[in-house]
C-alpha cells in the first residue's frame, strides 16, 4: 500500500504546488487524480517517485519512507515504480526496442547500459512487452517514426520492463484522440486487472475516469478537494464539480455522460 501523508512542496520562487496532500493508494487498485492544469497533479506524481523532491511530508510505500530514501534506496524502490509521461519521454533517434530496454536500467551494470549491452533475457522480455502492447513489429523503427499512440504503447512496454508494482501515468492520453485515449487506458486496466498492478493516474476528462477509475481524488491549488468513487464521479453534483473546477467550469460544463469536461 501507497501512503501520502501531509505532503506539501514548495518550489524554489515561493509557488505552493502542494498544500498537505493525504490519500491512500491501494494494492491493486486504479486511482485517478483529476484537476484542472496547474492543480499539482504532475507535482504530486513525481514527488512520489522523487523525481521532484517534497517539501514536507512522508511517502511510505510498504513500511519504506520514499521522501526519505538515500540515492542508494532510492534506486532500488523505483524499481518497482514504473513511469508513463504525457509527452512520452522517448529518445526520439533511438530504436523503439532501445527505448523499452532502457526501462531495465535499475537492473544492469551503468556501463553496461551506456553501451546498450543488455543481457539476452533482457531483450527478450523487451520484445515480449511490446508484443503485449501490440507493436513488436516497429522494434527496429526509430522512436520519432511511430505515431502518438504508438510512442505511448513505447513507454508502457518500457514500465513493464521494470516489473512495476505500481505504475505512475502523468496525463498519459492529453495528447491523443478520444479512440487513443481509451486503447492506451484499456491497457493500463488490463495490467491493473491481469497482473494487479496498482496504477495511479491523473486524467482531465470525466468520462475516462468514469470508465477507468476505481477511486478519485480531486485537486485544486495543491489541496485535495474531493474524494469519491466511480460511482459516485458519475453522480457529481455542480457544487463539487466548481469545487474542483471552479465556478467558471460549471458554466459550461458538459454531463459526464457525454463526455466530460475542462
Not at 91 to 104: D, E, P
Not at 190 to 206: A, F, K, R
Amino acid at each position: 500500500m501507497l501512503e501520502v501523508k501531509h505532503l506539501t512542496k514548495v518550489y524554489d520562487d515561493g509557488t505552493v504546488a502542494l498544500r498537505d496532500v493525504s490519500f491512500t493508494v491501494e494494492d491493486g487498485e486504479f486511482l485517478v487524480i483529476i484537476g484542472l492544469s496547474g492543480s499539482g497533479k504532475s507535482t504530486l506524481l513525481r514527488c512520489i517517485n522523487r523525481l521532484i523532491d517534497p517539501t514536507e511530508g512522508e511517502i511510505m510505500w510498504d513500511g519504506v519512507d520514499i521522501a526519505g530514501a538515500d540515492a542508494g534506496e532510492l534506486r532500488q524502490i523505483r524499481r518497482r515504480i514504473g513511469m508513463i509521461f504525457q509527452h512520452f519521454n522517448l529518445v526520439k533517434r533511438s530504436s523503439v526496442l532501445t527505448n523499452v530496454l532502457s526501462g531495465r536500467l535499475g537492473y544492469v551494470n551503468p556501463w553496461s547500459s551506456l553501451l546498450h549491452r543488455f543481457p539476452a533475457q533482457d531483450r527478450k522480455m523487451a520484445m515480449d512487452a511490446l508484443r503485449r502492447v501490440g507493436i513488436a513489429d516497429q522494434a527496429h523503427k526509430r522512436a520519432d517514426e511511430l505515431s502518438g499512440g504508438q510512442q505511448q504503447r513505447v513507454g508502457i512496454a518500457r514500465a513493464l520492463m521494470q516489473q512495476p508494482s505500481i505504475i505512475l501515468a502523468d496525463e498519459p492520453v492529453a495528447s491523443l484522440d478520444p479512440v487513443l485515449a481509451h486503447s492506451i487506458l484499456e491497457h493500463l486496466e488490463m495490467l491493473n486487472q491481469e497482473e494487479g498492478i496498482s496504477i495511479l493516474c491523473s486524467l482531465h476528462y470525466l468520462d475516462l475516469v468514469q470508465r477507468y477509475a476505481s477511486r478519485v481524488i480531486g485537486l485544486r491549488d495543491g489541496r485535495v478537494v474531493y474524494r469519491g468513487t466511480r460511482e459516485a464521479i458519475r453522480a457529481m453534483t455542480d457544487d463539487e464539480f466548481k469545487e474542483i473546477y471552479g465556478e467558471e467550469a460549471v458554466r459550461v460544463r458538459v454531463g459526464p455522460q457525454q463526455g466530460g469536461s475542462a
